[in-house]
């Protein structure tokens, strides 16, 4: 659900509304994603302390916490933790330089990138944090990091997931970044340098630098079905969830 008192370039939004497998409804006004509070104006602050959220989730890193704080929302519990880290993260390189690249540098950028995403999912410090709050009721909740489309993007398909909502919404909710950040995403591809029609890697990684890759989306959430079968599987062995638990996080959070 779009919040129209923010600005778009905040990307946020509540994940209530969407429809689940069984017929019922992701309940609003409990989990709201965002880029990082620290960019909101006081007018957006104060419009983000009427949402009542009682829970802040950062998953930026120390270095981005200490460059930029947030700011302390009254009332809101903060859990930090240094990003939705992969095993495949340090071999991207994430610099304007390394997501510019053409040719077979750029296809071996892009391979890097697909394989740091399809692990983002597994053995996740930051997501173990997440998903207990979400277990122990802990919301209303706002998760994010600086733009709030990569890190949070992940997040928000396992949790959409988690919520027994079908792939297509889930990817759907996560292509929406793209629609926030139309004006920034058209600025960039008209200055590249490169000719994007010929080198379509090239484009993907402007497109993955300023926006997101439906690739990469359908990457993360693939990525655990392949690996587990089911999304339930993926909760009972990554989280330690069982099936009762799953059970009551769906009736919890849907009607």
Same mark, same amino acid.
């Given at each position: 659900?779009?919040?129209?008192?923010?600005?778009?370039?905040?990307?946020?939004?509540?994940?209530?509304?969407?429809?689940?497998?069984?017929?019922?409804?992701?309940?609003?006004?409990?989990?709201?994603?965002?880029?990082?509070?620290?960019?909101?104006?006081?007018?957006?602050?104060?419009?983000?302390? %009427?949402?009542?959220?009682?829970?802040?989730?950062?998953?930026?890193?120390? %270095?981005?916490?200490?460059?930029?704080?947030?700011?302390?929302?009254?009332?809101?519990?903060?859990?930090?933790?240094?990003?939705?880290?992969?095993?495949?993260?340090?071999?991207?390189?994430?610099?304007?330089?390394?997501?510019?690249?053409?040719?077979?540098?750029?296809?071996?950028?892009?391979? %890097?990138?697909?394989?740091?995403?399809?692990?983002?999912?597994?053995?996740?410090?930051?997501?173990?944090?997440?998903?207990?709050?979400?277990?122990?009721?802990?919301?209303?909740?706002?998760?994010?990091?600086?733009?709030? %489309?990569?890190?949070?993007?992940?997040?928000?398909?396992?949790?959409?997931?988690?919520?027994?909502?079908?792939?297509?919404?889930?990817?759907?909710?996560?292509?929406?970044?793209?629609?926030?950040?139309?004006?920034?995403?058209?600025?960039?591809?008209?200055?590249?340098?490169?000719?994007?029609?010929?080198?379509?890697?090239?484009?993907?990684?402007?497109?993955?630098?300023?926006?997101?890759?439906?690739?990469?989306?359908?990457?993360?959430?693939?990525?655990?079905?392949?690996?587990?079968?089911?999304?339930?599987?993926?909760?009972?062995?990554?989280?330690?969830?069982?099936?009762?638990?799953?059970?009551?996080?769906?009736?919890?959070?849907?009607?």
């Amino acid at each position: 659900m779009k919040l129209e008192q923010f600005s778009r370039e905040l990307n946020i939004r509540d994940l209530g509304g969407y429809p689940t497998r069984d017929g019922r409804h992701v309940i609003g006004g409990l989990f709201f994603r965002s880029s990082g509070p620290y960019l909101f104006s006081e007018e957006e602050l104060n419009s983000l302390k %009427k949402l009542n959220i009682r829970y802040i989730i950062d998953f930026r890193t120390a %270095k981005e916490w200490d460059r930029n704080p947030d700011p302390e929302i009254e009332g809101a519990h903060y859990i930090r933790h240094s990003g939705v880290e992969s095993t495949g993260g340090k071999e991207v390189d994430f610099s304007p330089a390394g997501m510019m690249q053409m040719g077979e540098d750029g296809e071996r950028q892009l391979e %890097k990138l697909v394989y740091y995403y399809r692990m983002i999912s597994f053995d996740n410090e930051a997501l173990r944090l997440f998903f207990a709050a979400v277990k122990n009721g802990h919301v209303p909740l706002l998760f994010h990091c600086h733009s709030g %489309k990569d890190r949070t993007g992940a997040a928000a398909i396992l949790l959409l997931a988690l919520l027994n909502v079908d792939e297509e919404t889930i990817i759907q909710d996560y292509l929406l970044s793209n629609e926030y950040y139309r004006e920034t995403l058209e600025r960039e591809f008209a200055a590249s340098p490169i000719d994007l029609e010929t080198h379509p890697e090239t484009r993907e990684l402007i497109q993955m630098m300023h926006g997101v890759s439906e690739r990469i989306g359908r990457t993360v959430y693939r990525g655990i079905i392949e690996r587990y079968g089911t999304v339930e599987e993926y909760f009972r062995q990554e989280y330690g969830f069982s099936d009762q638990d799953i059970k009551e996080i769906r009736e919890r959070y849907t009607r």
